[in-house]
C-alpha cells in the first residue's frame, strides 16, 4: 500500500470515529485508526495530519446532512451572535466549527469568555433565563496542570463557553487542528461577518425573531416539575407522585423506541395536565403544549386513555378501528405498555434534567 493511499485510508477512518462521536480527540482518532488500518506502529510522520481529519469529517457531514447542516449553521451563528450580545462586557470571542463552518450533527457552539470571576458570568446567564452547568476540568499539559471552566448552556443549540482571565483578552491563542492562530470573532466582527456571509439576510430582525422563539424544553421542565407535589390515588399508582410515574415510563419507552422523539416526548408530557386541571387532564395537556409538540405527539397523549381502556377489553369496537386507521397505533399500544408498567414502587428512574437532556440531544441529532 502506498503511504499517500494508506494516509487517505487512515484520515477516513480516523473522521468516521470521531464523526459517529467514538472518539473526540484527533490524536486518539488517529492512534486507533492507524492500528485498526496496519495493526502495528506507524510513523508519527506517516500519520494524517488534524486539519485532513477534519475535512474528512465535513465530507461525511454534507454526505449524511445534507441542505439540513447548512441550515443549522446559519442559525448556529445567529444563536451565538445573540448570546454574545448579551454577553458583551465580558468581551465573548466566537470560535471554532460554528465560526469556520466545520459543523456537524452535534456540534456545539464555542465562545470565549473574559471574566476574573466566573460568578458574574453565570448570574448575568441566570438572568438571562438560561439552564446550564459549570465544568472544572484539570487538564495536564508538558509538565503542568491548569484547571479550565467551561460553562455548559442548554438552549435550541449547547453551548459550551470557556472563562479565561480577563488580561488574557488579547493572547493569542493556537488552534489544535491547524497549529495556527486560532480563528475567532469579536461582536463586531461576527456582525460583519454575518452580513457578508449572508447578504439577503436582515441581521436585526432576524435576531429579535430568535430571541421571541420559546425554548420548548425549558417549558416542559417548568410543567413536569411541579408533578412532585401531585399524588395519585395508591390503588392505581402505588408509585406515588406523577412526575416519579412520568419518568419510568419515559425509561421504559426509551429501552423500546430509543430514537423516536415524539415518542419519547408523549412519554414523559402525557400526564402534565395533572398539575393543571387533574379532573381533565388530557385537555389541559393539549393546551399546555399547543405548537410545543408534533401533530403525532399530540396525538398519542390525546389517545393514551383510550389505550388503556383497549388494553382491558373495555374500548368499544368503532373507538378501536378508530385507533386502528392510524399509521402510529402499534406505538400507541407500546405507550400504553409503558404507562402501565411504569408505576413501580421505589425503582430507579432517571432524573428530569437527564430525560430533557436525552430528548433534546435527538433534536439536535436529526432536526
Request: charged residues 30%; negative net charge; hydrophobic residues 40%.
Amino acid at each position: 500500500m502506498t503511504l499517500s493511499k494508506l494516509r487517505r485510508q487512515i484520515a477516513y477512518e480516523a473522521a468516521r470515529l470521531m464523526y459517529s462521536r467514538q472518539e473526540s480527540e484527533y490524536y486518539r482518532a488517529k492512534q486507533k485508526a492507524a492500528q485498526r488500518i496496519c495493526q502495528s506502529w506507524v510513523k508519527p510522520a506517516d500519520l494524517p495530519s488534524n486539519a485532513e481529519i477534519r475535512d474528512e469529517i465535513q465530507c461525511m457531514a454534507r454526505l449524511y446532512e445534507g441542505a439540513q447542516r447548512t441550515t443549522n449553521l446559519k442559525d448556529m451563528r445567529l444563536e451565538a451572535l445573540r448570546l454574545m450580545r448579551a454577553l458583551r462586557r465580558f468581551r465573548p470571542r466566537l470560535i471554532g466549527s460554528v465560526l469556520t463552518g466545520h459543523i456537524r450533527q452535534g456540534s456545539d457552539i464555542d465562545i470565549h469568555v473574559f471574566s476574573d470571576s466566573v460568578e458574574a458570568v453565570t448570574l448575568l446567564l441566570d438572568d438571562e433565563g438560561l439552564v446550564f452547568d459549570v465544568e472544572r476540568k484539570l487538564v495536564r499539559k508538558h509538565g503542568e496542570e491548569r484547571v479550565f471552566t467551561h460553562l455548559h448552556v442548554r438552549d435550541r443549540f449547547p453551548f459550551e463557553l470557556t472563562v479565561y482571565a480577563s488580561k488574557l483578552a488579547h493572547y493569542v491563542f493556537k488552534s489544535s487542528v491547524t497549529g495556527k492562530a486560532m480563528e475567532r470573532a469579536s461582536v463586531a466582527e461576527l456582525e460583519q461577518f454575518l452580513r457578508r456571509e449572508y447578504p439577503d439576510l436582515d441581521l436585526d430582525e432576524e435576531l429579535r425573531a430568535a430571541a421571541e422563539q420559546v425554548d420548548r424544553f425549558q417549558v416542559y421542565e417548568a410543567l413536569l416539575l411541579p408533578l412532585e407535589n401531585v399524588k395519585q390515588s395508591p390503588k392505581y399508582h402505588p408509585e406515588g407522585d406523577v412526575l416519579y410515574h412520568s419518568l419510568q415510563v419515559f425509561d421504559l419507552a426509551r429501552d423500546e423506541l430509543p430514537y423516536d422523539e415524539e415518542f419519547l416526548l408523549a412519554a414523559l408530557l402525557h400526564d402534565v395536565g395533572k398539575g393543571i386541571d387533574a379532573e381533565n387532564h388530557i385537555a389541559a395537556a393539549l393546551e399546555a403544549l399547543e405548537g410545543l409538540i408534533t401533530e403525532r405527539t399530540a396525538w398519542f397523549i390525546e389517545h393514551h386513555m383510550a389505550a388503556q381502556q383497549l388494553l382491558d377489553g373495555q374500548l368499544g369496537a368503532r373507538a378501536r378501528r378508530r385507533l386502528q386507521q392510524n399509521e402510529s397505533y402499534e406505538e400507541l399500544l407500546q405507550l400504553a405498555h409503558c404507562d402501565r408498567d411504569g408505576r413501580q414502587p421505589g425503582v430507579q428512574a432517571p432524573e428530569l434534567e437527564e430525560a430533557l437532556e436525552y430528548i433534546r440531544e435527538l433534536a439536535v441529532k436529526f432536526g
